[in-house]
């Protein structure tokens, strides 16, 4: 009998010793420092525009920092639902991300009756990239060289300024009927598709005035084609610093400038959110992006998953109003 006791004794000594090895293997592959496997960047818009442009310049500077590769994946289509269902139908591991301007998360809530995605309840804000301001530009045959001269222009010949806009919804229209509503100006609305078209009409004539990013038209103020009388942002973009803020100048608190982001489907581990953040914050201050950036009309932001989510919250309540405001909505 004590031999077995014995017997039993070791057995129940080894068979703790493996349960213990074993938890130890697995809590050290659980452990495994992230990421250690690719990263995937989901972009809702097709290759070479804004928000592709900063997601490649983001997975260049992760890849060397993690040593991991992380790759751009374009998805558009459906207003950012198509993006939206490959997250949602991702592990929610912090290896598939969303990479894309803010509209999708502060102007279609407001704009759409229905989406494919809960922007609240799918996702959770990691790090805000760069803000990119919009440039008040006019045709050189418009009698005015100041903001002050333009609005008292529109104001003098009611309805007969028109303006072009990228669509009906776009950051560019909204801007514009925010700036419209907050001065009491009545302009007439001609919508194009994307400001590929958007830009030449101006140059031509077609229109009078936009609002575009600085990229999209540098070339032709730079030859006296258009002039820039404004910025939409809440400061100066430092590579245009004479020219005046809608907010500083007559709209105090005035700020539609477009926001390109990082979101993870909802679930993400905390400390993996918090990684990603603090990492995708650092990649994107790093100063030869920050250089790069700039020369692209952005100014780099790297913030905290909280200030991201503060800033998307202000965003929607003021696109929220200018929609409600204008009455529009989209199918």
Known sequence: ??????????????????????????????????????VKLVVPYPAGGFPDTVARLLSKALTEKWGQQVIVDNRPGGNGAVAAQTLKSSPSDGYTLLVTDGSMFTINPALY????????????????????PLFLAAHPSVPANTLVEFIAYVKANPGKVNYGSSGIGSTHHLTTEAMSAALGLNMVHVPFKGMGQATPALVSGQVQFLFSALPAIGGFVKDNR???????????????????????????????????????????????????????AAAIRTPS???????????????TSEELAKTLQDEAERFAKIIKTINIKAE
């Open 1 to 38: 009998m004590q031999y077995r006791t014995m017997i039993s004794r070791a057995f129940r000594t080894t068979l703790t010793a493996t349960a213990a090895l074993a938890a130890t293997f697995s809590l050290a592959a659980f452990a495994q420092p992230f990421p250690n496997k690719p």
């Open 113 to 132: 009756a229905k989406l494919e995605y809960d922007p609240k309840r799918d996702f959770v804000p990691v790090s805000a990239l760069g803000k990119a």
């Open 226 to 280: 258009i002039k820039l009388l404004a910025q939409n942002s809440s400061r100066r973009f430092s590579q245009a610093p004479n020219i005046p803020t809608l907010s500083e100048t007559v709209i105090p608190g005035f700020d539609f400038a477009p926001t390109t982001i990082v979101m993870a489907p909802a679930g993400v581990p905390p400390a993996v959110l918090r990684q990603l953040s603090t990492d995708i």
């Open 289 to 303: 992006i920050v250089e790069t950036l700039l020369n692209s009309g952005v100014d780099a932001i790297g913030s």
